[in-house]
T-cell receptor, first 115, second 115 residues
Framework: DTEVTQTPKHLVMGMTNKKSLKCEQHMGHRAMYWYKQKAKKPPELMFVYSYEKLSINESVPSRFSPECPNSSLLNLHLHALQPEDSALYLC??????????????FGSGTQLSVL | AQKVTQAQTEISVVEKEDVTLDCVYE???????LFWYKQPPSGELVFLIRRNSFDEQNEISGRYSWNFQKSTSSFNFTITASQVVDSAVYFCALSGRAAGNKLTFGGGTRVLVKP
């Protein structure tokens, strides 16, 4: 199983809503990542979890709250988002978080629209 | 700091034509890693290749080939005899200690292969 599964595929939410994005991998990978991708732009790193601990937060606003309940699951909790947060949110995983040579496995993403 | 430049934003070819995607990078690291990822319309980024800075051998994988030239800081990607299924956005990326081993993506090149 070499898949990273993300749910939901599409999400529309109002600025006062609370929602969560979910990501799952069963490859035994020890690093998991959240990326944000605006249209026609490259992915931008948001968070990295290494061995279930948050290791990198790229100065992401607190309205985005990551959670790693176990080594296979990664959540991104959303609250009080702004319309400019509308984007494709991609989850990724890699086997070993320590080196720079890691091959990332990506999910298909959640297309988020904030109204 | 590190930087990746993909000068071509969009390339359109007719099926069976060859297409070359340019990638130029900047880094002060002596050890670094270069990657190419493909992002089809479905959204997930798919790993294509990884190269470390000490391995300048060119590589061929089926219709794909890569030309790594350290002297010009380039890591170009050629698709031979393109097919409609090659239509996607292709990202070149770089990682190294200077950026905390985080991936720096280029802006991406959209390839459109017409039948």
């Amino acid at each position: 199983d070499t898949e990273v599964t993300q749910t939901p595929k599409h999400l529309v939410m109002g600025m006062t809503n609370k929602k969560s994005l979910k990501c799952e991998q069963h490859m035994g990978h020890r690093a998991m990542y959240w990326y944000k991708q605006k249209a026609k732009k490259p992915p931008e790193l948001m968070f990295v979890y290494s061995y279930e601990k948050l290791s990198i937060n790229e100065s992401v606003p607190s309205r985005f709250s990551p959670e790693c309940p176990n080594s296979s699951l990664l959540n991104l909790h959303l609250h009080a988002l702004q319309p400019e947060d509308s984007a494709l949110y991609l989850c990724a995983s890699s086997q070993d978080p320590t080196g720079g040579d890691e091959k990332l496995f990506f999910g298909s993403g959640t297309q988020l629209s904030v109204l | 700091a590190q930087k990746v430049t993909q000068a071509q934003t969009e390339i359109s070819v007719v099926e069976k034509e060859d297409v070359t995607l340019d990638c130029v990078y900047e880094t002060r690291d002596t050890t670094y890693y270069l990657f190419w990822y493909k992002q089809p319309p479905s959204g997930e980024l798919v790993f294509l290749i990884r190269r470390n800075s000490f391995d300048e051998q060119n590589e061929i994988s089926g219709r794909y080939s890569w030309n790594f030239q350290k002297s010009t800081s380039s890591f170009n990607f050629t698709i031979t005899a393109s097919q409609v299924v090659d239509s996607a956005v292709y990202f070149c990326a770089l990682s190294g200690r200077a950026a905390g081993n985080k991936l720096t993506f280029g802006g991406g090149t959209r390839v459109l292969v017409k039948p």
